[in-house]
């Protein structure tokens, strides 16, 4: 697998990505900024380097499994890991701009 086709792979996990969202907040988590890292192996498989907005969020496993599933949908990807990590503490201002004036921090 080349550049062009991991990027495009990436491309279409962000896009995938942007349709999950914390039943508690009307914006997905990507936008959120809780997607730290999205990484494809030439082999195809993923992972994916997320947080939450709150250490015990009550949907944590909800969250967890519907981007599992969802990235694990994705043409191109064999399989997906995703690892909850708590570093770098997630906050308002990872949030894209889109997503502040969604929640009225702009």
């Known amino acids: 697998m080349d550049t062009n086709d991991k990027l495009a792979i990436e491309e279409r996990i962000v896009k995938m990505l942007k349709t999950v969202y914390d039943p508690e907040i009307p914006v997905n988590i990507y936008d959120l900024g809780l997607v730290y890292k999205v990484d494809v192996q030439d082999n195809g498989e993923t992972t994916i380097d997320m947080t939450l907005t709150a250490p015990n969020c009550p949907a944590a496993d909800f969250i967890m499994e519907d981007v599992r599933q ?3 949908s994705v043409e191109g990807v064999k399989g997906a ?9 997630w906050n308002k201002d990872m949030m894209s701009e889109e997503a502040k004036l969604e929640l009225g921090f702009l």
Do not use: C, Q, S
């Open 70 to 72: 969802k990235v694990d």
């Open 81 to 89: 890991t995703v690892n909850l990590v708590f570093e770098p503490e």
